[in-house]
């Protein structure tokens, strides 16, 4: 059985046991255990982060933004420290047209009051070209800056998807950490709060017990692009998680003049 986002059903397939509290309790307390353990070594590969070695990087190449071509190290805002993300882009395809992934990440980073109070920035830098940007930004209601590092070299532009993060010094600029793949969840609550759940992410690669939701399978109406990850991704107008030229990214059919679509527009495109 599988069965997409948003849609409740009163037939559930497999379901944990039933028991009193106190058993429950029993058996929570044996998996904090485990939790506490996990704790302490997220912990100390945050210490082992914080002794990396930082590679210097040229704070006054210019990224462009809503105002024009600005130096990378305005970005920091006079702060000490600057995470970005690094958000991949198609050229010339429409905003239905965008990486679906970098869209998970940016939604979730609606606010970075927090991180400001702690002295760091936050910025969006994407591959794209600005003409093109600055709708899409528009579009989705980003209110964190975006900037494009169309034609700037790595570590602060090159290949998108990352997570990366920088240090100032003064006018220097220094380069200290990066992440991709599932490093980049981070930012993502909404996974974290799906773990959480009896029925997870409904992705293939969890392990379950015998009788729980299956993901859905690739090629099916809602897996889709040769994979069965990633399902919540993009939905159609009905809201059901599928990929295929009516869909778009899912917090695009919230926005203002979101509409079906006829194609992802990503003929021809590239990163």
């Known amino acids: 059985m599988a069965t997409t986002p948003g849609n409740a059903s009163t037939i559930l397939p497999g379901k944990p046991p039933v028991v009193d509290l106190d058993t429950w309790q029993v058996a929570r307390d044996e998996l904090l255990v485990r939790e506490k353990a996990h704790t302490r070594e997220s912990d100390a590969i945050a210490a082992a982060r914080r002794r990396l070695p930082m590679v210097e990087v040229d704070g006054a190449v210019e990224v462009v933004g809503p105002g024009g071509p600005v130096p990378f190290v305005d970005l920091f805002e006079g702060r000490d420290e600057l995470v970005v993300y690094q958000h991949m882009w198609y050229d010339g395809a429409p905003h239905q047209g965008q990486c679906e992934g970098c869209t998970f990440l940016a939604w ?58 920088f240090l100032r010094d003064g006018d220097r600029v220094f380069f200290t950490y990066s992440t991709t793949g599932r490093g980049n969840e981070a930012p993502n609550p909404s996974l974290s709060l799906l773990d959480m759940t009896p029925y997870g992410r409904r992705e293939a690669w969890e392990d379950n017990p015998e009788g729980w ?43 203002p003049g979101a509409t079906p679509v006829e194609t992802l527009g990503r003929q021809g495109a590239h990163h």
């Open 213 to 255: 939701p299956e993901a859905p399978q690739a090629g099916s109406p809602v897996g889709g692009h040769g994979s069965p990850t990633c399902w919540y991704w993009r939905s159609d107008a009905d809201g059901v998680a599928r990929w295929g030229p009516t869909s778009r990214p899912v917090p695009q059919w919230t926005r």
């Open 108 to 165: 979730h980073v609606d606010d970075a009051v927090y991180l400001n109070a702690r002295g760091v920035s936050f910025a969006v830098l994407t591959s794209g070209p600005w003409d093109e940007v600055a709708p899409y930004v528009e579009f989705m209601g980003y209110t964190q800056p975006w900037y494009s590092v169309r034609g700037v070299d790595a570590p602060i532009g090159g290949p998108m998807g990352h997570i990366a993060c």
